[in-house]
């Protein structure tokens, strides 16, 4: 007789949000230290 | 022998961040898409139900911090004889987007491990010695940080990253070394892999979009690097 697979949906949805949060929050310091990195500066008038 | 590159400019780096920048968004799209494959269209694992679905993330995440270290140690190893920034950019980009990497390894690792092995983590060879690669790339950073000299700062970094590249090997056989909890390859083996179609499917489309995600965060990291090169040959004119 087949068996249920467990339980455990909680441990998936938060392995994935861990992941998201990590590769969301690395792109948004990249694009942030992109931008000020390569941005033009005025020199003094 | 040394190769001696033009200074690069801010319209250069504009550039390479743009692209950087879109080709990360593209695959973090895609792995938005591996995402809904893994959970909508791929079989549960009736042993160790929905909690295996963490090995879509969880390997392609691995293979993605190894790749990104090992090259590390080559684009060391080529620095200490081509002397070329180039390299040195590459090399520095490539280990920040390897932790990473690492990060999502280690914790979605844990995270599956609890409700499979009863623990969040045992200190084997295959969990230990990925945590000490890891350390040891965060030294990296950490060493980069805290040398201002360009040329001191890229030779003793490319010898800690060749140390790294000596690493990776040991970490992908220590299940074979070893006795260990984590299992043996699945795919990376001598013999063909031994998953279903579907599994196997949805592994390889998370894996290739992890491997994109890879390129545009070094393209973009090396972009960032190359602006802040420029600003210094810049002020040193």
């Not at chain 1, 969301?24 to 390569?38: C, E």
């Not at chain 2, 799209?29 to 809904?36: D, E, K, L, P, R």
């Not at chain 2, 031994?194 to 090396?222: C, K």
Request: hydrophobic letters at 50%; charged letters at 15%.
């Amino acid at each position: 007789m087949p068996t249920e697979p467990p339980a455990n949906g909680g441990y998936m949805v938060a392995g994935y949000l861990v992941t998201a949060g990590i590769l969301i929050g690395y792109y948004l310091s990249l694009l942030r230290r992109a931008r000020k990195s390569v941005k033009s500066e005025k020199g003094p008038p | 022998m040394t190769a001696i590159a033009r200074p690069p400019t801010l319209d250069q780096a504009r550039a390479v961040t743009r692209r950087g920048l879109a080709m990360s968004a593209v695959a973090l799209v895609g792995i938005a898409g591996a995402c809904v494959l893994a959970l909508g269209f791929t079989p549960t694992e009736a042993r160790q139900g929905l909690a295996q679905k963490i090995f879509y993330l969880h390997v392609p995440a691995a293979w993605s911090a190894l790749l990104a270290f090992s090259l590390v140690g080559v684009a060391g190893a080529l620095y200490l004889w081509l002397e070329d920034s180039r390299l040195d950019r590459f090399s520095a980009a490539s280990a920040e987007v390897g932790v990473a990497f690492a990060a999502v390894m280690l914790t979605t690792g844990p995270i599956w491990a609890k409700p499979i092995w009863g623990t969040w983590w045992t200190w084997d060879a295959r969990l230990t010695l990925t945590l000490f690669l890891f350390f040891l790339f965060v030294g990296y950073l950490a060493l980069r940080a805290a040398i201002h000299d360009r040329q001191e700062r890229a030779r003793f970094s490319a010898v800690l990253g060749i140390m790294g590249l000596l690493l990776v090997p040991f970490v992908h056989l220590s299940v074979y070394l070893f006795r260990t909890l984590h299992p043996q390859p699945i795919v990376l083996k001598p013999s063909a892999p031994s998953l279903p179609w579907e599994m196997l499917r949805t592994l390889l489309v998370s894996t290739v979009m992890f491997t994109l995600l890879y390129v545009g965060y070094v393209t973009t990291r090396y972009g960032i690097g190359l602006a802040a090169d420029a600003r210094e040959h810049r002020d040193a004119d």
